[in-house]
């Protein structure tokens, strides 16, 4: 062996884009025939806890990690479910209030009263630690197996679209921005215009309108 160093060729390791066969953006929001069936399969299977969870997280808006942490008291007055309520956002730390409508108040019942919560409790507990509430993750297949239901991709979907469904129907019937920044707590009409991609939805809408 010589003095002279040992020249070994160069070896290039190709990985894959991380966001190869993935579908990246937004996730959609449901369409209200979408939310439809999906109640009425809860509503056929008898599960009431689910059906709880899809009413409070539609009405809410709140995001997955600030639905799973609700407990009893932020929306019930004594006994009964209240037709307001008010919680603080953990990622912004700001206050946002919501409306329960009678559908959710009515499903919220009966789930309060399935499973005997009292008002200390999270309103919708894990099933592996009693003193704990339902995970992030667990919440999300939940969402995943509720579209698989209705028989659409699951990929397209998620906790977000959830957040984002009540206030998409809100904007296209009512175009009031100032309405949905409010709803979605956001500090900054920036975010709702981006968030509900307002500019490209109507770009596309008046995109439609040309015949070339």
């Known amino acids: 062996m010589t ?4 020249e070994f060729p160069l070896v290039v390791v190709h990985h894959p884009p991380w966001n190869k066969d993935r579908i990246i953006g937004q996730k959609a929001p449901f369409k209200l025939k979408e939310i439809c069936s999906i109640r009425a399969w809860l509503d056929f299977e008898h ?3 689910d059906r709880a969870l899809l009413d409070v997280a539609l009405d809410s808006k709140l995001r997955g990690h600030d639905v799973t942490r609700l407990r009893v008291e932020d929306v019930c007055h004594g006994d009964q479910v209240a037709a307001r309520a008010s919680v603080r956002q953990s990622k912004t730390q700001r206050p946002v209030t919501f409306e329960i409508t009678p559908t959710t108040r009515k499903s919220i019942a009966a789930w309060i009263k399935a499973a005997d919560l009292k008002p200390g409790d999270y309103l919708f507990p894990s099933r ?3 003193d704990g509430h339902l995970s992030t993750r667990q919440y999300s297949r939940i969402v995943k197996d509720w579209v698989k239901i209705i028989g659409e991709d699951p990929s397209r979907y998620g906790m977000h679209s959830l957040r984002r469904t009540k206030v998409t129907i809100l904007y296209r019937q009512t175009h009031n921005l100032r309405a949905a920044q409010i709803l979605l707590g956001h500090t900054k009409i920036e975010n709702t215009v981006r968030y ?5 939805d109507e770009a596309l809408s008046l995109s439609e ?3 070339v």
């Open 3 to 6: 003095d002279q160093a040992m």
């Open 47 to 49: 599960n009431v806890r």
């Open 128 to 130: 592996v630690n009693k």
């Open 196 to 200: 509900l991609g307002v500019e490209l």
């Open 209 to 211: 309108q040309v015949e």
